[in-house]
């Protein structure tokens, strides 16, 4: 099949809007025969240009002269010595020198215009500018895409969510993939186009393979995954488009060589290279996009490996040299006492390591990241250190003696011996084999004297008694009034003051005492920030108060200064909510540490739907400090968690166990009432277990089941009465740890609500009817969703 019905037969895979703007072939070809037809009229014929090549005397070269607006071919024949020119080939030069000039002696130089050619390139550079119009409209297409779905996976794929290893394992078969990886850059073939084609084929049966759409949970995630496909077929599209122009604009040209003998293909692409079609990297930079904005939303465990062992940099000390390393690695450099860079290295880099050296930022990073990889790297570091005392044990116990070793030694002479029989002045015990080693004295840290509930309270310096050993006293002056906290979106830590505590959701008095513990929302000092934003964005925060002097002129910065300057003007984009929080001088943020135990107050700032979130919650918790009735007040009486087995056993015995690491209390086994012979049920058989919670402990327990359905229920979950329940597929998904000796159960949660009163229908003596005006109907709807900010689906 020709070229041209090739290039028809392929355009109907494209989009239909796209199809106008390809080059048509099959008009440049028919006009290739108007400039044969031109270079024969003037007597240049193709065997006559072709017997140029070999001739010395005559010279022709094929050049453009103009712009790439107005082309202008022409040809040069340079003529050195006239006389030397065969008789035969001078009546065709005769008809090409103009009448001024004569054949003579002298060196002779020829110019001719060519008018059909010029015709022709002036029809190609119009097809490739129209090619090149779709190219800006489709490019500005694709990276407003990519900047939606960039924010859309930022939520997505937070380290929050359930969802983020998941989107890890997508990115990792992406990059695998490598769906637009070609030999040569801007080479487009058509098997560049299938190879590309046939990979994302594979991407998308790898995800299905791995069941990784379905481990995606939020409604959120499935979305991101269908643009990021669509995104990525579209980005295979447009290759097929590139590859089809540049094909066709390439034979064209070798077309238009055979047919005249010139050389266009070597000469074109030169005089047009800044031609949209000639720019190399045009989908290798939509591509770049893709792969910047949307694949390093969610860091790989790779990029922060050890590379020593290959395994993640936990915990990550980062040397003189730049270079960063765990700190068990280093620590078995300095036992085999290589105390230099092990790549680049440097003298003494890894000799001069101390606790200074942990990079607190990155740590942070990681354990914000990279939870199980932490985790299995604990793990191995606690396996090698077993084995490593192990050994050590072995090599302490003394060796066997022999009788005869063991006879001469007792002959030896009584000074010679340890007297092992009796109270000795020696300070080391009798059958000690290592000599009763005692370890070096350390001095206890801040955070290992017992550290009172109180230096967690942000208030006036004072002065705090210790009870130490021997019932003395200690003056402490320690107060908790700072920590590191970070701004995930624009990957960098300050160190600031905390202000007040502002919400807890588990405990009011914590806020109300300005009490510092994890998780707690507070407010720290925006300046360290604003002070960062500004001298690297150099663009002011916020709105200057009233009676404040205007700005002062900028000081003249370098090129290189203002051109990184304009590259971050594209990302300087700030939430309004944020810039609220600095006009006022305070920010919203989280607290991850536990100030209790470690002695620091670290978090990160809130942004985005987390901060609107809190912001509704603040809301709340102001409104509902004024209770109009508190006997109208919905509360929960009791959560009732079950575990249906269907059978006594092992099973029965491991799920009673899980009920009692989530709350703490015994489970209570239920008996079959009948005996059902269909699913070898007997009567009076345990078959299921439950657990019933009261309390803040019901409340807590509760929110981490909602937390795992999104906080949101159908509305059959709801009873008549005001009760409602629902289920956990996994009761891993609550926090509790995965044990392969106890396997994964899912459960049941059922709320029994109440208002303060309903106890006279229960009590044995002047019991009574709860008013139907007292009764919960549809009012728990209305406490869910006010109380955890949820939503109700009324889909069957």
Same mark, same amino acid.
């Given at each position: =099949?020709?070229?041209?019905?090739?290039?028809?037969?392929?355009?109907?895979?494209?989009?239909?809007?796209?199809?106008?703007?390809?080059?048509?072939?099959?008009?440049?070809?028919?006009?290739? &025969?108007?400039?044969?037809?031109?270079?024969?009229?003037?007597?240049?014929?193709?065997?006559?240009?072709?017997? +140029?090549?070999?001739?010395?005397?005559?010279?022709?070269?094929?050049?453009?002269?103009?712009?790439?607006?107005?082309?202008?071919?022409?040809?040069?024949?340079?003529?050195?010595?006239?006389?030397?020119?065969?008789?035969?080939?001078?009546?065709?030069?005769?008809?090409?020198?103009?009448?001024?000039?004569?054949?003579?002696?002298?060196?002779?130089?020829?110019?001719?215009?060519?008018?059909?050619?010029?015709?022709?390139?002036?029809?190609?550079?119009?097809?490739?500018?129209?090619?090149?119009?779709?190219?800006?409209?489709?490019?500005?297409?694709?990276?407003?895409?990519?900047?939606?779905?960039?924010?859309?996976?930022?939520?997505?794929?937070?380290?929050?969510?359930?969802?983020?290893?998941?989107?890890?394992?997508?990115?990792?078969?992406?990059?695998?993939?490598?769906?637009?990886?070609?030999?040569?850059?801007? /080479?487009?073939?058509?098997?560049?186009?299938?190879?590309?084609?046939?990979?994302?084929?594979?991407?998308?049966?790898?995800?299905?393979? =791995?069941?990784?759409?379905?481990?995606?949970?939020?409604?959120?995630?499935?979305?991101?995954?269908?643009?990021?496909?669509?995104?990525?077929?579209? +980005?295979?599209?447009?290759?097929?488009?590139?590859?089809?122009?540049?094909?066709?604009?390439?034979?064209?040209?070798?077309?238009?060589?055979?047919?005249?003998?010139?050389?266009?293909?070597?000469?074109?692409?030169?005089?047009?290279?800044?031609?949209?079609?000639?720019?190399?990297?045009? +989908?290798?930079?939509?591509?770049?996009?893709?792969?910047?904005?949307?694949?390093?939303?969610?860091?790989?465990?790779?990029?922060?490996?050890?590379?020593?062992?290959?395994?993640?940099?936990?915990?990550?000390?980062?040397?003189?040299?730049?270079?960063?390393?765990?700190?068990?690695?280093?620590?078995?450099?300095?036992?085999? &006492?290589?105390?230099?860079?092990?790549?680049?290295?440097?003298?003494?880099?890894?000799?001069?390591?101390?606790?200074?050296?942990?990079?607190?930022?990155?740590?942070?990073?990681?354990?914000?990241?990279?939870?199980?990889?932490?985790?299995?790297?604990?793990?191995?570091?606690?396996?090698?250190?077993?084995?490593?005392?192990?050994?050590?044990?072995?090599?302490?116990?003394?060796?066997?003696?022999?009788?005869?070793?063991?006879?001469? !030694?007792?002959?030896?002479?009584?000074?010679?011996?340890?007297?092992?029989?009796?109270?000795? &002045?020696?300070?080391?015990?009798?059958?000690?084999?290592?000599?009763? &080693?005692?370890?070096?004295?350390?001095?206890?840290?801040?955070?290992?004297?017992?550290?009172?509930?109180?230096?967690?309270?942000?208030?006036?310096?004072?002065?705090?008694?210790?009870?130490?050993?021997?019932?003395?006293?200690?003056?402490?002056?320690?107060?908790?009034?700072?920590?590191?906290?970070?701004?995930?979106?624009?990957?960098?830590?300050?160190?600031?003051?905390?202000?007040?505590?502002?919400?807890?959701?588990?405990?009011?008095?914590?806020?109300?005492?300005?009490?510092?513990?994890?998780?707690?929302?507070?407010?720290?000092?925006?300046?360290?920030?604003?002070?960062?934003?500004?001298?690297?964005?150099?663009?002011?925060?916020?709105?200057?108060?009233?009676?404040?002097?205007?700005?002062?002129?900028?000081?003249?910065? !370098?090129?290189?200064?203002?051109?990184?300057?304009?590259?971050?003007?594209?990302?300087?984009?700030?939430?309004?909510?944020?810039?609220?929080?600095?006009?006022?001088?305070?920010?919203?943020?989280?607290?991850?540490?536990?100030?209790?135990?470690?002695?620091?107050?670290?978090?990160?700032?809130?942004?985005?739907?987390?901060?609107?979130?809190?912001?509704?919650?603040?809301?709340?918790?102001?409104?509902?400090?004024?209770?109009?009735?508190?006997?109208?007040?919905?509360?929960?009486?009791?959560?009732?968690?079950?575990?249906?087995?269907?059978?006594?056993?092992?099973?029965?015995?491991?799920?009673?166990?899980?009920?009692?690491?989530?709350?703490? /209390?015994?489970?209570?086994?239920?008996?079959?009432?009948?005996?059902?012979?269909?699913?070898?049920?007997?009567?009076?058989?345990?078959?299921?277990?439950?657990?019933?919670?009261?309390?803040?402990?019901?409340?807590?327990?509760?929110?981490?089941?909602?937390?795992?359905?999104?906080?949101?229920?159908?509305?059959?979950?709801?009873?008549?009465?005001?009760?409602?329940?629902?289920?956990?597929?996994?009761?891993?998904?609550?926090?509790?740890?995965?044990?392969?000796?106890?396997?994964?159960?899912?459960?049941?949660?059922?709320?029994?609500?109440?208002?303060?009163?309903?106890?006279?229908?229960?009590?044995?003596?002047?019991?009574?009817?709860?008013?139907?005006?007292?009764?919960?109907?549809?009012?728990?709807?209305?406490?869910?969703?006010?109380?955890?900010?949820?939503?109700?689906?009324?889909?069957?």
């Amino acid at each position: =099949m020709k070229f041209g019905k090739q290039m028809e037969t392929a355009a109907y895979d494209l989009p239909e809007n796209w199809r106008p703007h390809l080059i048509h072939y099959k008009t440049l070809k028919k006009s290739i &025969r108007l400039v044969v037809d031109e270079l024969e009229s003037r007597g240049l014929s193709t065997e006559w240009i072709n017997t +140029l090549d070999t001739e010395q005397a005559m010279r022709l070269d094929y050049t453009f002269d103009g712009d790439v607006k107005d082309p202008h071919p022409c040809i040069r024949i340079t003529i050195e010595d006239p006389t030397s020119i065969a008789s035969s080939e001078k009546p065709i030069l005769l008809k090409l020198i103009p009448v001024t000039q004569q054949l003579n002696t002298e060196p002779l130089s020829i110019k001719i215009e060519l008018v059909r050619d010029s015709e022709f390139f002036h029809l190609l550079l119009h097809e490739l500018s129209h090619a090149a119009a779709l190219h800006d409209v489709e490019k500005s297409r694709f990276l407003e895409i990519v900047q939606m779905l960039e924010e859309q996976l930022t939520i997505a794929a937070a380290p929050q969510k359930k969802d983020l290893y998941a989107w890890r394992e997508i990115f990792n078969v992406y990059m695998e993939a490598a769906i637009f990886k070609y030999e040569a850059e801007g /080479q487009y073939s058509r098997q560049s186009y299938q190879r590309s084609q046939s990979q994302l084929q594979w991407f998308t049966e790898e995800l299905s393979r =791995m069941n990784l759409t379905k481990k995606l949970t939020s409604k959120h995630s499935k979305k991101a995954l269908a643009q990021f496909l669509s995104i990525n077929a579209q +980005l295979v599209h447009f290759k097929h488009f590139q590859s089809l122009n540049q094909t066709a604009m390439i034979k064209i040209l070798k077309k238009h060589d055979k047919r005249t003998s010139l050389s266009a293909t070597s000469e074109f692409p030169t005089f047009a290279k800044n031609n949209a079609i000639f720019v190399e990297g045009i +989908l290798l930079s939509l591509y770049n996009a893709v792969q910047t904005k949307l694949v390093t939303i969610v860091p790989q465990p790779d990029d922060y490996d050890c590379p020593v062992c290959f395994s993640i940099a936990w915990r990550p000390i980062r040397l003189e040299c730049g270079h960063v390393f765990c700190v068990r690695c280093l620590i078995k450099a300095h036992k085999k &006492r290589m105390y230099d860079c092990p790549i680049c290295r440097k003298k003494h880099a890894v000799g001069n390591a101390d606790a200074h050296n942990l990079d607190q930022t990155l740590q942070s990073f990681m354990l914000l990241y990279f939870p199980k990889e932490i985790k299995e790297k604990r793990k191995e570091n606690e396996q090698e250190q077993a084995t490593i005392d192990k050994q050590n044990m072995r090599r302490a116990l003394p060796p066997r003696r022999s009788p005869v070793a063991s006879s001469r !030694s007792l002959s030896a002479p009584v000074s010679s011996r340890r007297d092992t029989s009796c109270i000795s &002045r020696d300070s080391r015990h009798k059958r000690s084999a290592t000599g009763a &080693r005692r370890d070096q004295y350390r001095k206890k840290r801040k955070f290992e004297l017992g550290r009172q509930s109180a230096n967690t309270k942000l208030g006036a310096k004072r002065i705090h008694l210790v009870r130490v050993r021997g019932g003395n006293f200690k003056r402490r002056a320690l107060r908790l009034e700072s920590g590191n906290f970070s701004w995930g979106s624009e990957g960098i830590s300050r160190k600031t003051r905390a202000l007040t505590v502002v919400y807890n959701s588990s405990n009011n008095e914590l806020v109300r005492t300005n009490t510092l513990v994890k998780g707690a929302v507070i407010q720290i000092d925006a300046t360290p920030f604003r002070q960062w934003y500004e001298s690297h964005y150099a663009i002011a925060l916020g709105k200057p108060k009233a009676g404040e002097a205007a700005p002062v002129a900028a000081e003249k910065k !370098s090129n290189s200064v203002e051109k990184k300057i304009a590259a971050r003007a594209a990302t300087s984009a700030i939430d309004p909510l944020l810039n609220d929080q600095f006009n006022a001088g305070r920010l919203y943020a989280v607290i991850a540490s536990r100030p209790g135990q470690s002695g620091r107050c670290d978090g990160y700032i809130l942004e985005g739907k987390e901060l609107e979130f809190y912001l509704r919650k603040i809301k709340s918790a102001e409104e509902q400090k004024v209770t109009k009735n508190p006997m109208r007040n919905l509360q929960i009486e009791k959560l009732v968690l079950n575990i249906c087995v269907g059978e006594s056993g092992d099973r029965l015995t491991r799920a009673a166990k899980v009920l009692e690491q989530l709350t703490g /209390q015994t489970p209570v086994y239920t008996k079959a009432r009948y005996t059902v012979r269909t699913f070898s049920i007997r009567r009076n058989e345990k078959i299921a277990v439950h657990v019933t919670v009261r309390g803040p402990k019901a409340e807590e327990i509760l929110e981490r089941g909602l937390k795992v359905k999104e906080y949101e229920l159908k509305a059959r979950n709801f009873s008549s009465t005001g009760n409602f329940g629902f289920g956990i597929d996994e009761h891993i998904d609550l926090g509790i740890k995965y044990d392969p000796s106890i396997g994964i159960y899912g459960m049941d949660y059922f709320v029994v609500m109440g208002r303060p009163g309903n106890r006279v229908s229960r009590r044995k003596h002047c019991k009574a009817k709860v008013g139907v005006n007292h009764r919960i109907k549809k009012e728990s709807q209305e406490w869910f969703k006010a109380r955890f900010d949820g939503t109700i689906s009324y889909k069957a």
